[in-house]
């Protein structure tokens, strides 16, 4: 049940979250950029959908990292640059070939989490993104040039699944997630979790 919950938590609503962003951001003075948004929030939707269906096989993750947790971060950043809200800028180490099915399912899905919540919270226009691996350590560092918040009022801090899905998937793997905000000056989540 908690995989599930996660599950529909995290990939769900992070699809659903772009395709109500999208929808949000159509001017209809530019019919041929409307068009364009429309056909995004239909494959948007399509996807949903999809996921939807898969969940209950518990097959999606492991289709989605089939080729490689690199892969599968390019392919769930193509989905969010279709908004046309944020420049992304992602970064992969050159020598990262290495694989582990089981955490990167974990990773990718604490990786939709710190998206989610830039998509809510945030406010941002930029989102950097950098994967690599070295000393038998997978490092993920997600910033954002968004609003920010104090740490001791973090969003989700009451009642919220977001910063809390994210340390617990973090620790369940035996790494560390070190989270870097202030008001008005974005927001810089860093993990480190074995990766042998």
């Known amino acids: 049940m908690q995989t ?3 599950d529909l938590h995290d990939n769900i609503g992070q699809l659903l979250s772009l395709t109500s962003l999208t929808l949000n951001s159509i001017e209809m003075e530019d019919p041929d950029k409307a068009q364009q948004k429309i056909n995004s929030a ?3 939707n399509s996807r949903c959908i999809k996921e ?5 096989k518990l097959l999606q993750g492991e289709q989605l990292i089939s080729s490689g947790l690199p892969e599968a971060v390019n392919y769930e950043i ?11 800028d992602y970064q992969i180490e050159t020598n990262f070939t290495a694989s ?9 899905r604490i990786l939709q989490e710190i998206l989610n919540n830039t998509i809510k919270h945030a406010f941002a226009t930029q989102i950097k993104i950098k994967l690599g691996c070295r000393d038998n350590n997978l490092h993920l560092t997600v910033e954002d040039n968004g609003v920010g918040f104090l740490m001791d009022e973090a969003p989700g801090k009451h009642g919220g699944m977001g910063l809390h899905n994210i340390r617990k ?11 870097q905000s202030q008001p008005g000056t974005g927001t810089v989540i860093k993990l480190s979790i074995p990766y042998p």
Request: without cysteine.
């Open 78 to 88: 193509e989905w969010l640059q279709k908004a046309g809200q944020y420049q992304v």
């Open 100 to 108: 582990n099915p089981d955490k990167d399912l974990l990773i990718f």
């Open 169 to 179: 998937r973090t620790e369940l793997m035996g790494g560390e997630v070190h989270i």
């Open 4 to 6: 599930i919950g996660a």
């Open 42 to 44: 239909l494959d948007l």
């Open 52 to 56: 939807l269906r898969l969940l209950g």
